[in-house]
């Protein structure tokens, strides 16, 4: 008979603990999509890409640095693309000297170096200034308007849809 009941409170047991995990893989999925609901990018037939805002009313979504997967923030108050002394360490990017530079949270020091590529969905920009500094979360990097003023930015409601700009012919 004890045997019967030490079977029954294992299964107890084990029932809760996948209780508690389905709990816990259902919720982070509602979090993550939350945060950012532009998991899964694709650019159109023209090259578009349409985002959608987040629960916190910004654009998020997933992109690369260097071929590096990463989380993109869009900024239209940054001038430059900007990214973390951590990332930018495991990127191996040659830094240029230090730069006070002014951001939401007040003057911090930046270095200045460049990037092969930002890609968003199918937008992608080569050789591109960065500012490697301090108090950015190790995988977002926020673009700036150096990457943005490249693209027109449309927003509609809770939508924003970028463009890459007509190429100007060379002369």
Known sequence: ???????????????WILIVAVVYWVFHGWHERETNPNR???????GEVVLARNRAGQFVAEGEVNGRHVTLLLDTGATHIALSTRLAR??????????TVQTAAGATVGYPTR??????????MRDTAALVTDGLEPETVLLGMNFLKRLEMIQRGDELILKPLPQEPAR
């Open 115 to 124: 990037l092969e590529s930002v890609r968003l969905a199918g937008i992608e």
């Open 40 to 46: 899964a990018l694709t650019a159109g037939p023209t």
């Open 1 to 15: 008979m004890n045997h019967f009941r030490g079977s029954g409170t294992l299964m107890l047991g084990v029932g």
């Open 90 to 99: 495991e990127l191996k990017l040659k830094l240029g000297p230090p730069l």
